[in-house]
């Protein structure tokens, strides 16, 4: 079984540019999430999807970031304009809507330097 | 959402047995204790999951005292390749809380030769 797949896996812009993420989660997965992690710290939660509808986007700065599921399987994420603070690594991850699996897989991310 | 902590980093040597506590003083009755690894250039994994008691897998052990405020994860024989960042989590796993992940820094484990 294929598992999360994310694109690019490194991209370097410059500050003001725009940039966008893609993310095909394992299939059949209805939950996928977006997380961004800093270098040294453990990933945080941007967004949350349930098939097509975002149903945790408190995390997100909506002011610079937006992220679609159409169709309800892959997803991108974008930010416009880039600022240098956004480098980081953006991670993707799926999960079953069955209650009885509780794992998360996780994309291997896309490292975002800016510069 | 219960908060955990854990020690920023561990060193063992190639063989040991190694044990990672997290303290969650605050876990609530349906929390569940989750533990990832993660490795450089890669997202986290999942390694275990339990609730009370003990919990064992192919890849470690999860030890839970009766209070539930703290757990253990115990790494058998570890080997260079288990030198990884290590993730504690709570959450409620039959109301959504499986997905409302909230990682910490994590405990960066060196294995040395």
């Known amino acids: 079984e294929a598992g999360v797949v994310q694109s690019p896996r490194y991209k370097i812009i410059e500050k003001k540019q725009p940039v966008a993420f893609w993310c095909n989660p394992i299939s059949g997965h209805n939950t996928l999430y977006w997380y961004r992690q800093n270098l040294g710290q453990g990933p945080e939660l941007l967004i949350r999807?349930?098939?097509?509808?975002?149903?945790?986007d408190s995390q997100l700065p909506k002011d610079r970031f937006s992220a679609e599921r159409l169709k309800g399987v892959d997803s991108t994420l974008k930010i416009q304009p880039a600022e240098l603070g956004d480098s980081a690594v953006y991670l993707c991850?799926?999960?079953?809507?069955?209650?009885?699996?509780?794992?998360?897989?996780f994309g291997p991310g896309t490292r975002l330097t800016v510069t | 959402l219960a908060k955990t902590t854990q020690p920023i980093s561990m060193d063992s040597y190639e063989g040991q047995e190694v044990n990672i506590t997290c303290s969650h003083n605050?876990?609530?009755?349906?929390?569940?204790i989750t533990w990832y690894q993660q490795f450089p250039s890669q997202g986290p994994r999942f390694i275990i999951q339990g609730y009370k008691t003990k919990v064992t897998n192919e890849v470690a052990s999860l030890f839970i005292p009766a209070d539930r405020k703290s757990s253990t994860l115990s790494l058998p024989r570890v080997s260079l390749s288990d030198t990884a960042v290590y993730y504690c989590?709570?959450?409620?796993?039959?109301?959504?809380?499986?997905?409302?992940?909230?990682f910490g820094a994590g405990t960066r484990l060196a294995v040395h030769p």
């Open positions: 991850a799926s999960s079953s809507s069955d209650r009885s699996s509780y794992e998360q897989y």
């Open positions: 999807y349930e098939n097509e509808e975002a149903v945790d």
């Open positions: 989590l709570v959450g409620d796993r039959w109301s959504g809380g499986y997905n409302k992940l909230i």
């Open positions: 605050n876990i609530a009755t349906n929390d569940y």
